[in-house]
């Protein structure tokens, strides 16, 4: 009898739609991993050059990540929240999708201004603006429009804030001068903060997938700071010194750590500043309470090249809750 060759172009089928569900599978992954580096990254092409400092939030992945709902705990005023609940009936990490909060400034003044930019998930832009005339409503002011060479913006009586509607889910606040500068990033007439190459380096690694991402690459005036905050009771060097940002971000997951990059000028220099702070971690300064002294103490502290990485555990902290 002649053998038929119907179980072979079954299993001839059955292997096509293998491979084609693993290449469909593929490029669903593919397509969401995109869209994942691409929210992830969207300040450096959405914010102006002027940003020295860049806090990231992704609302959604915040409530899958351990540390950051410990530090949401330790640093969310709480009283900010309620004002939005009570006079507009906005839940920021609920019907938020992503908050970005950026800082501009530069050697000659630090600190200028703030702006945030906030994208819906719940809420559309225009519900985001109907909450920012709220609010200065309730504070006795009023909203008017004004026309920027950049575009249209809403912002109160005294100028004293501004929003801008992005698109239909995106707005951006801050001061007048802060938001018209936003809106001319988008049209192209500034340069955006993919320009700043210290941020925009360690932007690229930190913020794609967290639920928390900072950066900072301060002026001279922050660096000096910071190096006075960080110097050795020992040594007249600091743990700062020579490094020209500073980047920290929080994932996803179980676990309660914090991962922080700082970028020196040398790996000299970040030997030095990973043995500076090493130092510090295994004896606190007095000024550190409980139980930031703790979280001070399990830092890891490693270098590659000319990049300091440190680990620290929050797990003390979500014992103490504010």
Do not use: N
């Not at 819906?120 to 026309?147: F, N």
């Not at 994932?251 to 990059?261: D, K, M």
């Amino acid at each position: 009898m002649k053998r038929t060759s119907y179980p072979r172009r079954v299993s001839r089928s059955w292997k096509v739609a293998v491979v084609a569900t693993l290449a469909l599978a593929a490029v669903i992954y593919v397509a969401f991993e995109r869209g994942r580096a691409s929210r992830g990254t969207r300040a450096l092409t959405d914010l102006p050059r002027t940003a020295r400092a860049v806090l990231r939030v992704d609302t959604q992945a915040l409530e899958r990540s351990a540390a950051a709902a410990t530090l949401t705990e330790a640093f969310l005023p709480r009283e900010a929240l309620s004002e939005l609940a009570s006079t507009c009936g906005l839940d920021p990490l609920g019907d938020l999708s992503e908050v970005t909060v950026w800082v501009r400034g530069s050697d000659r003044a630090p600190f200028e201004s703030f702006g945030v930019m906030l994208s819906g998930s719940k809420v559309d832009a225009a519900r985001i603006a109907a909450c920012h005339q709220r609010l200065v409503e309730a504070r006795g002011g009023a909203v008017v429009r004004l026309d920027a060479p950049s575009g249209p913006l809403l912002a109160s009586d005294d100028r004293r804030s501004a929003i801008a509607l992005i698109d239909s889910q995106t707005a951006v606040t801050g001061s007048v001068e802060t938001v018209a500068e936003a809106l001319a990033v988008r049209r192209g007439l500034l340069p955006p903060l993919s320009e700043r190459a210290p941020v925009a380096s360690l932007w690229r690694e930190v913020s794609p997938g967290a639920a928390i991402a900072a950066v900072v690459h301060p002026p001279e005036h922050w660096a000096e700071a910071l190096r006075r905050g960080t110097a050795s009771k020992e040594a007249e060097s600091s743990a700062l010194d020579g490094i020209e940002a500073v980047a920290l971000s929080v994932r996803p997951g179980p676990q309660q750590t914090l991962e922080a990059l700082l970028d020196a000028e040398t790996p000299e220099l970040a030997e030095q500043s990973a043995t500076l702070l090493r130092g510090i971690a295994s004896s606190p300064p007095e000024s550190v309470e409980a139980p930031w002294d703790a979280v001070l103490r399990s830092a890891e502290v490693t270098t590659r090249g000319a990049r300091v990485h440190v680990r620290l555990d929050l797990s003390s902290l979500a014992k103490h809750p504010r």
